[in-house]
């Protein structure tokens, strides 16, 4: 069985609005920078394109049938996954395993500032009978979850109040980044109070763009590139969709898919030297790292002060913007350009392994988890670590991004100095 590599990725800066272009051009600008990236002509190396999409976001049905031109796959082989970015990155992965194919391209983007009733889409995710005749606002599921976990993890709330500091503040070294600021804990927490205890600050900033991955087979990789990113381990895992049966403490889905990732790459979260997680709320950042196993959620802001193993130096969906069903894909490119050691002044020194981890978003417990490496890095040996992972809150070539000449604008209020 193959392994397989990234060896390619092409990335837009990502904005609040574009009014500028189309949902098509931002996807063949992303393709571009990733074919050229990879040294891969579309039209003749690249076997499988695939596309991740949800038709409600989209306003289209059938979206798949909109791929194809600005990707380069006009008769060949399309499909859509309508889920999270690193479920695309699996399904293509798994189809070079098979060793059918050598090449394939991944891709997802997000253009809500087109999205005409965006909560009315989310409310399309809740149980047809139950919930959504109630017609509540779907980020209150983030509230109450919220709750849950501060009461039983024991958290202090203003460690939450520091992920948007944190995350913010590393968005400033961020050319791509949508809303980079500097903002203090105590700002943040006399931000509205929007789904309590969740505070408007708290909550990530939705941004338009998009991403294309190339991933190849080890043969066409190391033909390819002499900087490949290898994908060492890879787990994706859905909880119950109903409200009513759910931990609304824990986030399983990561638990899950963390120990499928570890399984298969011989190695926990812990030898990771970096982590790009998702932070779509500012306690989620907190809430993943300890179903991750990076630390326990009482140890957050003690880990975060030793600066070892730094989380989201991307400055996560707090400082870049949340890019819908794209999301997973722009932090796996920003994990695959510090594995290359391009990432300038957010570089975190020495980076030899990276883990990414991905969540729809509310109401759905869907989610994935990769474990990269680069060529610097020892071998891993296969089986289950011994420090299997999961602190459940109770416990107390790389992307040669072209850099935009100018940072996106600040959207008002969200940017808080």
């Not at 060793?99 to 005409?116: L, Y």
């Not at 809303?179 to 789904?195: C, G, I, K, M, N």
Request: overall charge neutral.
């Amino acid at each position: 069985m193959s392994r397989v590599a990234i060896i390619g990725v092409g990335q837009t800066a990502l904005k609040p609005f574009s009014p500028e272009v189309s949902y098509k051009e931002l996807m063949f600008e992303a393709a571009v920078k990733a074919y050229e990236d990879a040294g891969v002509d579309p039209r003749k190396d690249v076997q499988s394109f695939i596309g991740v999409s949800e038709d409600f976001w989209e306003g289209t049905s059938i979206f798949d049938e909109y791929l194809p031109d600005q990707l380069g796959g006009a008769l060949r082989p399309v499909c859509t996954i309508g889920n999270e970015g690193l479920a695309g990155i699996a399904t293509a992965a798994m189809q070079i395993m098979t060793g059918q194919i050598g090449v394939a391209a991944v891709e997802s983007h997000s253009k809500f500032s087109e999205v005409d009733r965006p909560l009315k889409v989310m409310q399309m995710a809740f149980d047809p009978i139950l919930n959504r005749p109630l017609d509540f606002n779907p980020h209150l599921v983030a509230g109450l979850e919220m709750a849950r976990f501060l009461e039983v993890s024991g958290l202090p709330r203003n460690d939450c109040a520091k992920v948007v500091a944190k995350n913010r503040r590393n968005a400033l070294n961020n050319p791509y980044a949508a809303y980079p600021a500097r903002v203090a804990a105590d700002t943040v927490l006399r931000s509205e109070e929007t789904f309590s205890p969740l505070r408007e600050l708290e909550m990530s900033a939705a941004a338009d763009g998009a991403t294309v991955v190339v991933l190849a087979s080890e043969e066409r990789a190391r033909k390819l590139t002499d900087d490949p990113v290898w994908i060492d381990g890879m787990g994706w895992a859905n909880d119950t969709p109903t409200l009513e049966s759910r931990d609304w403490a824990r986030a399983r889905y990561a638990e899950w898919s963390m120990r499928q990732a570890s399984k298969m790459a011989g190695y926990s979260a812990k030898k990771a030297d970096l982590y790009e997680i998702d932070d779509t709320y500012a306690y989620k950042e907190i809430q993943h790292a300890g179903a991750l196993g990076i630390c326990r959620p009482a140890d957050y802001a003690k880990f975060i002060r030793s600066g070892e193993r730094p989380i989201n130096p991307s400055g996560g969906s707090l400082g870049c913007g949340h890019t819908l069903d794209a999301t997973g894909l722009f932090r796996l490119g920003e994990a695959v350009e510090q594995l290359r050691g391009l990432s300038g002044r957010r570089q975190v020194r020495g980076a030899k392994r990276a883990l990414v981890q991905s969540w729809r978003g509310v109401p759905t417990t869907a989610g994935a988890v990769l474990l990269l490496s680069n060529n610097d890095a020892a071998p891993a040996g296969g089986g289950k670590p011994k420090d299997a992972p999961g602190f459940g809150p109770g416990s107390v070539r790389v992307a040669r991004r072209e850099t935009p000449d100018t940072r996106p604008g600040r959207p008002g209020k969200e940017a808080i100095a």
